[in-house]
């Protein structure tokens, strides 16, 4: 079964730092851009970060400098590390598989979501 | 940055009526790489279709998509009670990629 598992949600103040980690299983890891989503409460989705096969990563604006996605295939994990973390980044951040093998269909698996709450 | 414009905010119809869902996108989506995706209440959001027209794995064939270049729709053709929730449009050609605000189908 293709699946992907979040973990690494937490409460944390301002300023601070997390790190997301997000665990692939039943497909060929090393061969997909993943990406993470983010969703505030009650609100619509927002993309946060993309790393492709290769490893290079894609950022919006809202996250450049701040958030650094990662991969690392031998693990079939990926990771988001958050820096300065502000009340706006509050959201059920999922993580997602997105192209592979050349070719793009959307994001086609989804993570169940990890809670991220900044507090002031 | 694409900005997505989803019409209208909210659809207010009956199991059994037709919904027509509208995006559209502030500049030509590169390649038509416009997904649909479907989200109800605590859950992931599901992909519907891709590629603007293509269906993903294991959706019915009363979910369409259709369009090109900067107007997209998606339409349903007759709605059974698990289809009411949220559906967001989502462009993946251009980065950074973006998704629309979102329309509920809602129960009339």
């Known amino acids: 079964e293709v699946q992907l598992v979040e973990s690494g949600g937490a409460l944390v103040q301002t300023g601070g730092s997390l790190r997301l980690s997000c665990a692939a299983s039943?497909?060929?890891?090393?061969?997909?851009?993943m990406h993470w989503v983010r969703q505030a409460t009650g609100k619509g989705l927002e993309w946060v970060s993309a790393i492709s096969a290769a490893g290079e990563p894609h950022y919006p604006g809202s996250v450049k400098g701040r958030f650094t996605v990662s991969r690392e295939d031998a693990k079939n994990s990926f990771y988001l590390q958050m820096t300065g973390l502000r009340v706006g980044d509050t959201a059920v951040y999922y993580c997602?598989?997105?192209?592979?093998?050349?070719?793009?269909?959307?994001?086609?698996?989804w993570g169940q979501g990890t809670a991220v709450t900044v507090s002031s | 940055e694409i900005v997505l414009t989803q019409t209208p905010g909210t659809l207010s119809l009956s199991p059994g009526e037709r919904a027509t869902l509208s995006c559209r996108a502030s500049?030509?989506?590169?390649?038509?790489?416009l997904a649909w995706y479907q989200q109800k209440g605590g859950q992931a959001p599901r992909l519907l279709i891709y590629?603007?027209?293509n269906r993903a794995t294991g959706i019915p064939d009363r979910f369409t998509g259709r369009g090109s270049g900067t107007d997209f729709t998606l339409t349903i053709s007759r709605l059974e009670p698990e289809d009411f929730a949220v559906y967001y449009c989502?462009?993946?050609?251009?980065?950074?990629?973006?998704f629309g605000q979102g329309t509920k189908v809602e129960m009339k």
């Open positions: 500049q030509s989506v590169s390649s038509n790489y």
């Open positions: 997602a598989r997105g192209a592979g093998y050349g070719v793009s269909r959307g994001l086609d698996v």
């Open positions: 590629t603007a027209s």
């Open positions: 039943g497909f060929t890891f090393s061969s997909y851009d």
């Open positions: 989502h462009q993946y050609g251009n980065s950074p990629w973006t």
